[in-house]
Nanobody, 122 residues
Framework: QVQLVESGGGLVQAGGSLRLSCADSGRTFSRKYMGWFRQAAGKEREFVVRIRWTGDGTYYADSVKGRFTISRDNDTNTVFLQMNSLKPEDTAVYYC???????????????WGKGSLVTVSS
């Protein structure tokens, strides 16, 4: 079926940057909200950021405001998460998500990416 292809995870020092990508290879969800959740070891999955595919609305968790920036490229049907000033507490598996509604609840996610591990060392 439709695939969300994630890339960009890795290991970085505190204060460094990474960029995550999530591509809708089937070009099926171009009218849906997309974004990321993350789940750290021993923690519940938490909302990170959301963007309307039209680009007219973004919403960030307080924990990442001012450090993370979500954007999209409609030509490639790809959403990007630029993560700057990374902190050890950002360490988690990051899951790209397609929402069925405007939401921050993972119960409202239609499809998930496989996840990308981000590790921030101190």
């Amino acid at each position: 079926q439709v695939q969300l292809v994630e890339s960009g995870g890795g290991l970085v020092q505190a204060g460094g940057s990474l960029r995550l990508s999530c591509a809708d290879s089937g070009r099926t969800f171009s009218r849906k909200y997309m974004g990321w959740f993350r789940q750290a070891a021993g923690k519940e999955r938490e909302f990170v950021v959301r963007i309307r595919w039209t680009g007219d609305g973004t919403y960030y968790a307080d924990s990442v405001k001012g450090r993370f920036t979500i954007s999209r490229d409609n030509d490639t049907n790809t959403v990007f998460l630029q993560m700057n000033s990374l902190k050890p507490e950002d360490t988690a598996v990051y899951y790209c998500a397609v929402f069925r509604l405007i939401s921050t609840n993972d119960r409202d996610v239609l499809y998930w990416g496989k996840g990308s591990l981000v590790t921030v060392s101190s």
